[in-house]
């Protein structure tokens, strides 16, 4: 069945997001040392889209840490049926 979530699968895409975490982390300290004290853009341009790949991933990271349903979002947002902050001129 297509979108079926498993454990198996979360577990799987964990490991593959954890390796990949790795490997752009060993990719970003080898453009960090060998650009040091140099300007070459070439470099200076791996860096950028590695540093943006890294963003990506943290982003994937979130989308699978975050509920899908509107009901599971519930349990995120306080139980509040007042404002918090007195509107000007009412009492509270």
């Given amino acids: 069945?297509?979108?079926?979530?498993?454990?198996e699968s979360g577990a799987a895409?964990?490991?593959w997001?954890?390796?990949?975490s790795i490997a752009?982390?060993?990719a970003h300290e080898m453009t960090c040392r060998l650009g040091e004290g140099t300007v070459?853009?070439?470099?200076?341009?791996?860096?950028?889209?590695?540093?943006?790949a890294r963003h990506e991933l943290v982003a994937l990271r979130y989308a699978t840490a975050r509920p899908k349903r509107s009901s599971d979002l519930r349990e995120f947002?306080?139980?509040r049926t007042e404002s918090p902050w007195p509107l000007a001129g009412h009492a509270a």
């Fill in 1 to 7: 069945m297509a979108g079926l979530f498993t454990i």
């Fill in 13 to 15: 895409r964990a490991i």
């Fill in 17 to 20: 997001l954890a390796e990949l």
């Fill in 24 to 26: 752009l982390d060993e």
């Fill in 40 to 52: 070459d853009l070439e470099l200076m341009e791996l860096h950028i889209r590695i540093e943006a």
């Fill in 77 to 79: 947002e306080p139980d």
